[in-house]
């Protein structure tokens, strides 16, 4: 028998879903649950270890929500891109899939597209092309931000979905626990020599979807690509010479790190990854993991439930006792594995 998914339930009230993102980012709560101890996100340099190493994603969230309309009829069109499949195909949410079907042709602002298949839940296969030959800038001009489904607050500057840290465009959604950095908490690390590097993972709406299987093995991780450089490995190696644990900064960094150890020592990788880290899983690099509070029944709440134990459970229901922010523009967590 294999483990329920509903074992990692919780009951999430509504009330606790953050609407509004804090200002200033690091003004936000860290619970340290070595000790059930409350912080502010501002005092993250000095509650890690001289020695030790941060790693972020440093993805940033692509445009991918295009509002457009069919032809020849005109009917409003919306298709959210989730992953480039190679060949200005993508795969995509479509709606209204009932009334969208493979043939289909779609424009938006410098952007046609035309679906390759008829949708299946919603999801289907759009082929994209734009004047002239750069699609992803097209895309950059014609989208917009997704923000999470659970959002129902405004946001005034799109960028408060982006880390200060984003670079290149390839995500659908932010990697969350990356939104609490700022200038001021880079620079306390600094100060107390603790490097930050960057790994690239291309996050994915799945990541974020509760698991439909009755148990967890039944849930099939869709694909992610990510990308661990040498400098990371370099980084992570003289920072175990030096005793330090390294911190990675949101469950994607997880995933990024310990695919690129698959083999048992963390290696420079640019690939895929589908790994899917469930109680039981033999860590190989993470030590210290910076989270935000995350959905019932993910895949997200498995991979917590990894790193800590059945302490899980206790925990989030002490965060909401205390009135921590839950979800994307939620507070954090401080967790040692």
Same mark, same amino acid.
């Given at each position: 028998?294999?483990?329920?998914?509903?074992?990692?339930?919780?009951? =999430?009230?509504?009330?606790?879903?953050?609407?509004?993102?804090?200002?200033?980012?690091?003004?936000?709560?860290?619970?340290?649950?070595?000790?059930?101890?409350?912080?502010?996100?501002?005092?993250?340099?000095? =509650?890690?270890?001289?020695?030790?190493?941060?790693?972020? *994603?440093?993805?940033?969230?692509?445009?991918?929500?295009?509002?457009?309309?069919?032809?020849?009829?005109?009917?409003?069109?919306?298709? =959210?891109?989730?992953?480039?499949?190679?060949?200005?195909?993508?795969?995509?949410?479509?709606?209204?899939?009932?009334?969208?079907?493979?043939?289909?042709? +779609?424009?938006?602002?410098?952007?046609?597209?035309?679906?390759?298949?008829?949708?299946?839940?919603?999801?289907?296969?759009?082929?994209?092309?734009?004047?002239?030959?750069?699609?992803?800038?097209?895309?950059?001009?014609?989208?917009?931000?997704?923000?999470?489904?659970?959002?129902?607050?405004?946001?005034?500057?799109?960028?408060?979905?982006?880390?200060?840290?984003?670079?290149?465009?390839?995500?659908?959604?932010?990697?969350?626990?990356?939104?609490?950095?700022?200038?001021? +908490?880079?620079?306390?690390?600094?100060?107390?020599?603790?490097?930050?590097?960057?790994?690239?993972?291309?996050?994915?709406?799945?990541?974020?979807?509760?698991?439909?299987?009755?148990?967890?093995?039944?849930?099939?991780?869709?694909?992610?690509?990510?990308?661990?450089?040498?400098? +990371?490995?370099?980084?992570?190696?003289?920072?175990?010479?030096?005793?330090?644990?390294?911190?990675?900064?949101?469950?994607?960094?997880?995933?990024?790190?310990?695919?690129?150890?698959?083999?048992?020592?963390?290696?420079?990788?640019?690939?895929?990854?589908?790994?899917?880290?469930?109680?039981?899983?033999?860590?190989?690099?993470?030590? +210290?993991?910076?989270? *935000?509070?995350?959905?019932?029944?993910?895949?997200?709440?498995?991979?917590?439930?990894?790193?800590?134990?059945?302490?899980?459970?206790?925990?989030?229901?002490?965060?909401?006792?205390?009135?921590?922010?839950?979800?994307?523009?939620?507070?954090?967590?401080?967790?040692?594995?």
């Amino acid at each position: 028998m294999g483990v329920k998914t509903a074992e990692f339930h919780y009951d =999430l009230p509504d009330g606790a879903v953050a609407q509004t993102p804090i200002e200033p980012r690091d003004a936000s709560r860290l619970l340290v649950v070595k000790g059930m101890e409350d912080h502010r996100f501002a005092d993250l340099p000095g =509650l890690l270890h001289e020695g030790d190493v941060v790693v972020v *994603n440093r993805t940033r969230v692509r445009r991918a929500r295009l509002i457009g309309s069919k032809h020849p009829t005109g009917g409003r069109v919306e298709i =959210l891109l989730l992953a480039p499949l190679g060949d200005g195909r993508w795969d995509a949410l479509v709606r209204p899939a009932r009334r969208l079907r493979a043939g289909t042709e +779609v424009r938006f602002e410098g952007v046609e597209g035309r679906l390759e298949s008829d949708p299946d839940g919603g999801r289907a296969v759009v082929m994209l092309g734009a004047d002239g030959d750069d699609l992803e800038g097209a895309i950059e001009r014609a989208g917009e931000v997704p923000l999470p489904p659970y959002f129902t607050g405004e946001l005034s500057d799109p960028e408060r979905y982006q880390t200060v840290f984003a670079a290149d465009p390839g995500s659908a959604a932010a990697p969350t626990a990356g939104l609490h950095f700022t200038a001021g +908490v880079l620079r306390g690390l600094a100060e107390r020599a603790i490097p930050v590097v960057a790994v690239d993972l291309e996050i994915g709406l799945d990541t974020f979807r509760p698991i439909s299987s009755d148990e967890v093995e039944g849930h099939a991780m869709h694909t992610e690509r990510y990308r661990v450089s040498g400098e +990371v490995v370099a980084a992570v190696e003289e920072s175990r010479a030096r005793g330090g644990r390294v911190v990675a900064v949101g469950t994607t960094v997880v995933r990024a790190l310990e695919s690129a150890a698959s083999a048992g020592a963390l290696r420079a990788a640019d690939g895929s990854t589908g790994l899917f880290i469930t109680p039981g899983y033999p860590f190989r690099v993470v030590d +210290v993991l910076i989270t *935000n509070f995350h959905l019932p029944s993910s895949s997200l709440i498995v991979l917590v439930a990894a790193f800590m134990g059945e302490g899980w459970r206790p925990l989030y229901e002490e965060a909401l006792r205390r009135g921590y922010r839950f979800l994307s523009f939620g507070d954090a967590m401080l967790v040692e594995r």
